[in-house]
């Protein structure tokens, strides 16, 4: 019964290959979320949903596509993987668009590009 | 320069000491200022909350946001083997968290 689910927890590819990295919340928030995180542990946001509206997304390349199908999921499609690509993605979720709003994250997800 | 400067250490104390972490920001704007702690392999947990200035405590947990200084610390009291971790400060006016790249933190029994 984990509030904030993501799948796989490890993945290993080749380059130009295209992946997807599922998430599901079961908090019932309204907003969710996909950070990167590099080598040196930095968090940075790339999209966020809210009622499967997309209302933030950062400069990120177009090979990562994001889809909420519903609010409760939001997946993570990458296209033609590049080795720059590796790194640790979490999903999170946060109860609604609000200052302040306190973000739930899952266990990340490893990436490696070879 | 970063939004939120945070020195990422590592930092490695004995059981029992006091571990002290800061960061500092340049966004005037920041009201809210979270700590998150991460365990190797796992996802940031939040820790500590502050709305504007302040100390905030909890339990060996304390809080301290200046925000005439633009800078927050976070304090853990007698400090154990299982706060070895990651810790991220994070801050915001509105619903996008900027990070800090976290400081690691070892504590040796």
């Known amino acids: 019964d984990t509030a904030v689910s993501q799948t796989p927890k490890y993945l290993v590819t080749q380059m130009g290959n295209d992946k997807s990295i599922k998430c599901e919340q079961n908090?019932?928030?309204?907003?969710m979320y996909w950070y990167k995180q590099d080598s040196k542990k930095f968090l940075k946001i790339m999209f966020s949903?809210?009622?499967?509206?997309?209302?933030i997304n950062e400069t990120v390349p177009n090979r990562f596509s994001p889809k909420s199908p519903d609010k409760a999921h939001l997946n993570l499609h990458i296209n033609s993987l590049e080795l720059g690509d590796s790194a640790v993605y979490f999903c999170?979720?946060?109860?609604?668009?609000?200052?302040?709003?306190?973000?739930?994250f899952g266990e990340g997800s490893w990436l490696t590009v070879v | 320069q970063k939004e939120v400067e945070q020195d990422p250490g590592p930092l490695s104390v004995p059981e029992g000491a006091i571990v002290s972490l800061n960061c500092t920001y340049s966004?005037?704007?920041?009201?809210?200022f979270m700590w998150y702690r991460q365990y190797s392999r796992k996802g940031p947990e939040l820790l500590m909350y502050?709305?504007?200035?302040g100390n905030k405590e909890d339990g060996r947990f304390t809080a301290q946001v200046d925000k005439s200084s633009k800078y927050i610390c976070l304090f853990i009291r007698d400090s154990q083997p299982s706060d070895s971790a990651t810790y991220l400060c994070?801050?915001?006016?509105?619903?996008?968290?900027?990070f800090g790249a976290g400081t690691t933190v070892t504590v040796r029994a």
């Open positions: 999170a979720s946060s109860p609604r668009v609000a200052p302040g709003n306190t973000i739930y």
């Open positions: 994070a801050m915001t006016d509105d619903y996008k968290l900027s």
């Open positions: 966004n005037s704007a920041f009201q809210y």
């Open positions: 908090l019932g928030h309204d907003t």
């Open positions: 949903y809210n009622n499967k509206e997309l209302i």
């Open positions: 502050t709305y504007s200035s």
